[in-house]
C-alpha cells in the first residue's frame, strides 16, 4: 500500500491512490491532515489545470509546499480531484 512520510510521520496511505506521471495521488481522505497547512503558491499544468499547495509541517519543521492537488482539475484530470502528491524530501513507498 503507498504510503508518504516525512520526518517519521506517516502524512498519507491509501490502495486507492491514482497515479499520474509516475506520482501518487493520495485520496483527500486518506490524508492525515493535522500536518498540512494550505500555501499560497499556485502552479499551472498544461493538461492538468491550476495546482494548489501545501506546506508541511511535523514536530516543528516545515517543508514549504511539499504536497500539491488540483481543487478544480481540467476535465482529463478529473480523477485526481482534491488527490494529494507529494516531492521535496517526503518519501512516497509504493
Known amino acids: ?3 508518504a512520510t516525512w520526518n517519521g510521520v506517516t502524512l498519507a496511505e491509501s490502495d486507492n491512490c491514482v497515479v499520474v506521471e509516475g506520482n501518487q495521488y493520495f485520496p483527500p481522505d486518506s490524508v ?5 497547512k ?3 503558491t ?3 499544468c498544461p493538461w492538468k489545470g491550476l495546482a494548489s499547495y501545501y506546506t508541511v509541517e511535523v514536530n516543528g519543521e516545515a517543508n514549504k509546499d511539499a504536497a500539491w492537488y488540483y481543487p478544480e482539475p481540467k476535465d482529463a484530470a478529473k480523477q485526481i480531484k482534491d488527490h494529494v502528491a507529494f516531492w521535496r524530501g517526503v ?3 509504493v
Request: charge should be negative; avoid cysteine.
Open 1 to 3: 500500500m503507498p504510503k
Open 42 to 44: 499556485h502552479t499551472t
Open 38 to 40: 494550505a500555501s499560497d
Open 32 to 36: 492525515n491532515k493535522e500536518y498540512f
Open 91 to 93: 518519501s512516497v513507498e
